[in-house]
Antibody
Framework: QVQLVQSGAEVKKPGASVKVSCKASGYTFTGHNIHWVRQARGEGLEWVGRINPYGGGTKFAEKFQGRVTMTGETSSNTVFMELKGLTSDDTALYYC???????????????WGQGTLVTVSA | QSPLTQPASVSGSLGQSVSISCTGTTSDVGGYEFVSWYQQHPGEAPKLIIFDVSNRPSGVSHRFSGSKSGNTASLTISGLQAEDEADYFCSSYRSGSDTQWVFGGGTQVTVL
């Protein structure tokens, strides 16, 4: 079954870091970029960044640069996103999403994980 | 404030058609044929319903269609059904910055 399965909910204190995983199955892991998109409660979607699992190349949205790291583990078909220096503004549902090859330039997201809730609270 | 502008809500009766606009700039919506649309039901992950402005993935109802004029893209839902009640987000590739993918704030569709 083609799917992305994410790790469970996290509760962190301000200033801490969080690491979320996203395990791919049912397709060639190294054949698609994996993006991370977040959604605060009742808000829209916000692109965080993406990783190419084949070579490990990454690209991050400007507001997260210096604070986010994305890595891939081909042995387990898993990508990880670590966000440091958490504040209450980082409280959100974090989704991993696959860059779709059906789209020109692979610029759409054709498969999504179930989401991981990250709560930042003192 | 989301990079792409969508109406907060639209509504329509069963069987009617509704359209949702998505306005950006020449650096994103207006500059590329890379607009996609996502449907999100409460408590679920988004689902791709339109890519490359007007193409539907396999399995998506033909009642969903997309178009674009200048810096504004549109999603039209024809023959509105109860299961269409959801949030809809547009997205586009953006050039000229490191923030390469941008989204609209989302539009809640209500079926009357």
């Amino acid at each position: 079954q083609v799917q992305l399965v994410q790790s469970g909910a996290e509760v962190k204190k301000p200033g801490a870091s969080v690491k979320v995983s996203c395990k791919a199955s049912g397709y060639t892991f190294t054949g698609h970029n994996i993006h991370w998109v977040r959604q605060a409660r009742g808000e829209g979607l916000e692109w965080v960044g993406r990783i190419n699992p084949y070579g490990g190349g990454t690209k991050f949205a400007e507001k997260f640069q210096g604070r986010v790291t994305m890595t891939g583990e081909t042995s387990s078909n898993t990508v990880f996103m670590e966000l440091k220096g958490l504040t209450s503004d980082d409280t959100a549902l974090y989704y991993c999403a696959r860059g779709g090859k059906i789209c020109s330039g692979f610029v759409c997201f054709d498969l999504w994980g179930q989401g991981t809730l990250v709560t930042v609270s003192a | 404030q989301s990079p792409l502008t969508q109406p907060a809500s639209v509504s329509g009766s069963l069987g009617q058609s509704v359209s949702i606009s998505c306005t950006g700039t020449t650096s994103d919506v207006g500059g590329y044929e890379f607009v996609s649309w996502y449907q999100q039901h409460p408590g679920e992950a988004p689902k791709l319903i339109i890519f490359d402005v007007s193409n539907r993935p396999s399995g998506v109802s033909h009642r969903f269609s997309g178009s674009k004029s200048g810096n504004t893209a549109s999603l039209t839902i024809s023959g509105l059904q109860a299961e269409d009640e959801a949030d809809y987000f547009c997205s586009s590739y953006r050039s000229g910055s490191d923030t390469q993918w941008v989204f609209g704030g989302g539009t809640q569709v209500t079926v009357l």
